[in-house]
């Protein structure tokens, strides 16, 4: 029965108020030291929790133990300066205080690879874990040192792999790439960021995926997608280098996007993460609202390709709203599996 549409969320998931204040990014620990190693472990158990009993089947961290999906990776290597910031405009779209890149970029210890083996410890269920992607970190932070974009990446991609492995050696079943930068910078991606994407998932067994959204729900976000029309096409700019790619899973955005469904078809054969739930609104959808948006991309993609998800990351919302939204797909998927007789 629950073996199709196996449902999960892209990431981020709100932290309790005790750790970092909540609905915003960059939200600051309020914690120190010991205290916010065992706080960061409380999290881990309390958002494992909320996923169980809300019916969600592949478990992610909910980002519990960083402060951002990009910035948190990229402060735990040397070679970065991450107490003298600098402002870059993030994707062409807003401005962020992000580090500088002054050396050689080396990965010297594991970034989540404790925080992994402790929820691997809590569920026998299947878990996911999401790393940067190395475009999106090249374009989160300001480069003094490589001068190249393309050079950046690369270096980033041998920082990724290294911590993949060891997360899989972990026991994590599913490794995500988070990759916003991809609807941004075609060009890049078809010369070198699909490139790079393979060199951070070379030699990995456990599954392997990529998300590609229009961002967290925050205005500077919510603003770019007016102005992309009626119909999102940037995702038919890199689907053919995703398809002829080692990646498994894509992740997309789908619910009250302009995204012409019939684009999964670029990808047809990979598992498709299929976002039915918006990140942007605090109105928690209906669980006919989830299924309808399932039954679209059913066109599209075989039922044991379809895997229900959310758009993007919840930590800038509410902990009840997305523990509805959380509950919501879940009922959307079960009115699937109760149609198609699973
Ligand atoms: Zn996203």
Known sequence: MKNVLPTSTVGSLPKPAWLAPPEKLWSPWKLEGDELIEGKQDALRVSLHEQQLAGIDIISD?????????????????????????????????????????????????????????????????????????????????????????????????????????????????????????????????DWGMATLERAIEGLNCETAIHICYGYGIKANNDWKKTLGSEWRQYEEIFPKIQKSNIDMVSLECHNSHVPFHLMELIRGKKIMVGAIDVATNTIETPEEVADTLRKALEFVAIENLYPSTNCGMAPLSRNVALGKLSALSTGAEIIRNEVGF
């Open 62 to 190: 909910g980002e519990q133990t960083r402060q951002h999906f990009v910035t948190t990776f990229i402060e735990h290597l040397s070679g970065v300066d991450f107490k003298n910031r600098k402002t870059v405009k993030i994707r062409n779209r807003y401005d962020a205080s992000v580090p500088v890149v002054l050396d050689e970029v080396t990965r010297q210890k594991a970034v989540f690879v404790d925080d992994a083996k402790f929820l691997r410890k809590q569920t026998h269920k299947r878990i996911k874990w999401a790393l940067p992607g190395p475009m999106t970190m090249v374009d989160t932070l300001y480069d003094d040192h490589y001068k190249s974009r393309e050079k950046l990446a690369w270096e980033f991609a041998k920082a990724l792999n290294q911590e993949a492995k060891e997360l899989q050696d972990a026991g994590v079943d599913i490794i995500q790439f988070d990759e916003p930068a991809f609807n941004v910078f075609f060009d890049d991606v078809n």
